[in-house]
């Protein structure tokens, strides 16, 4: 069964439609990326997911129940400027995410609670390159290393699913690299499923397991809002084909496309 199904999903803002009959079986374990105009309904469709909006018609169901309002534990979120909690430090901001779990009024953990609270997030702190900076406030730190505590931030509550919207948008390309790797090692590493939009083919290619294009498929020149975007390439990369695209150059990149991606839908 898949993880997320969504089912003939709208998405509507008054008079203007965004996102028309989306329909999609998401499995675990996948690296979705989404690509698309701006303004095509990518970040809508992932705040659907995180349960921040409602969609206007369809159905959306976790492991086969309909998907709680509510964000739980389940579904974590990075996006491209992140905020993190300017007034506490790097550890400060890792840990807040356990103490509110455990302590929703107080956010506050006490004696062997907190000393287990204190090595998880130093654990993972660890994990995502920033050990030593755990006593650094965010003001005190590059663009990369403050994605990398709200990566650590999203990851210490054990999300199944990983949302990203254009987590790596603001970064210079060999920072980005570096995040690229992280979240790959992460995403193995955690079994997680990851829904990433970005604006970057490469980088939806390199790291998805499957890539998908939203756009509008009808245009009214009249009535501009009347028609939303829906999903016009629903691409699944072989292995082979992503290791392609990891190691390409751009010119490469779209011949290695025709030969080596599988079309699995085009809804
Ligand atoms: N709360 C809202 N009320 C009205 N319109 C909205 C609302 N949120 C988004 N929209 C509109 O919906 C459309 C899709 O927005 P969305 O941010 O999902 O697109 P996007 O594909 O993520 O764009 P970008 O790539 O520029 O971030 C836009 O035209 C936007 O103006």
Redesign the pocket.
């Known amino acids: 069964m898949a993880l997320l199904s969504l089912k003939n999903l709208w998405?509507e803002?008054?008079e203007?439609v965004?996102?028309e009959r989306i329909s999609l079986d998401i499995a675990e374990g996948s690296f979705v990326s989404i690509i698309?105009?701006?303004?095509?309904?990518?970040?809508?469709?992932?705040?659907v997911v995180l349960g921040q909006?409602k969609p206007t018609r369809g159905t959306i169901t976790l492991d086969g129940a309909p998907l709680p309002a509510e964000c739980g534990p389940d579904r974590g979120v990075v996006f491209q400027r992140y905020s993190v909690f300017p007034h506490l430090t790097v550890l400060g901001n890792t840990l807040l995410g356990l103490e509110f779990s455990a302590s929703p009024f107080t956010a506050r953990l006490f004696g062997g609670a907190r000393r287990a609270a204190v090595a998880e997030a130093e654990a993972m702190l660890e994990s995502v390159g920033l050990a030593d900076s755990r006593h650094l406030y965010p003001a005190q730190m590059s663009g990369g290393m403050q994605q990398r505590l709200a990566i650590a931030q999203a990851l210490i509550k054990r999300p199944r699913i990983l949302l990203l919207?254009?987590p790596f948008g603001a970064l210079d390309p060999g920072i980005r690299k570096d995040m690229h790797a992280l979240i790959t090692r992460l995403w193995r590493e955690h079994g997680l499923t990851i829904i990433m939009?970005t604006?970057d083919i490469k980088e939806a290619f390199s790291l998805g397991t499957r890539v998908l294009t939203?756009d509008k498929r009808r245009h009214d020149p009249h009535a501009p809002q009347r028609y939303g975007?829906a999903v016009i390439y629903d691409l699944e990369l072989t292995r082979k084909a992503q290791q392609v695209h990891a190691d390409a150059g751009a010119d490469e990149q779209a011949e290695a496309i025709g030969i080596t991606i599988d079309t699995v839908g085009n809804n």
């Open positions: 998405v803002y008054g203007k965004v996102l698309g105009p701006s303004g095509a309904g990518k970040s809508s469709l992932l705040r909006e919207d254009e939009v604006h939203l975007a």
